[in-house]
């Protein structure tokens, strides 16, 4: 046995990714078990309507006019006044003027502002933010009756 030579082994330099594959399984477990109990949220009682308030209602008499501000899906702005033909491609600048001016006119007027379903929140309340500083006292939202 004077001949014999130990084998060289080649070093190689592999990781063994088993064992993290099965901490990422638990771990993917884990979060999957306790993510609903985190994005539950805040508990808001919001206020419940049993029938909507149509524009004459909110007018109180025929002397107010009924303002509507509307935004849609893209963020273009639209004015009515008492239910007229809706002015589509307003500038905000130019309903303020007009808002401030029908209720110079007719100060009971109410002022609302709707926006599509699709329209993202802060282009809501950009319109709402202008309007209350040009010192209009009170917007409301338009919304639909649900079905």
Not at 77 to 105: F, P, T
Not at 120 to 139: F, M, T, W
């Amino acid at each position: 046995m004077a001949g014999y030579q130990p084998k060289k082994r080649k070093m190689t330099a592999e990781i063994n990714v088993v064992p993290y594959i099965d901490v990422m399984l638990v771990l993917l477990i884990i979060f999957m078990v306790t993510s609903p109990f985190v994005t539950q949220g805040v508990e808001v009682e919001l206020p419940a309507t049993e029938t909507a308030v149509s524009a004459q209602d909110m007018a109180g008499d025929s002397d107010a006019s009924f303002i509507i501000v509307e935004i849609d899906r893209d963020g273009n702005l639209g004015l009515s006044v008492n239910d007229e033909d809706m002015m589509r491609g307003v500038s905000l600048q130019d309903i303020i003027v007009r808002v401030k001016a029908e209720l110079s006119l007719k100060p009971d007027s109410p002022v609302a502002v709707g926006g599509d379903a699709a329209t993202p929140y802060a282009e809501v309340v950009l319109v709402l933010d202008e309007l209350s500083r040009a010192g209009i006292p009170k917007v409301g939202l338009l919304t639909d009756i649900k079905e």
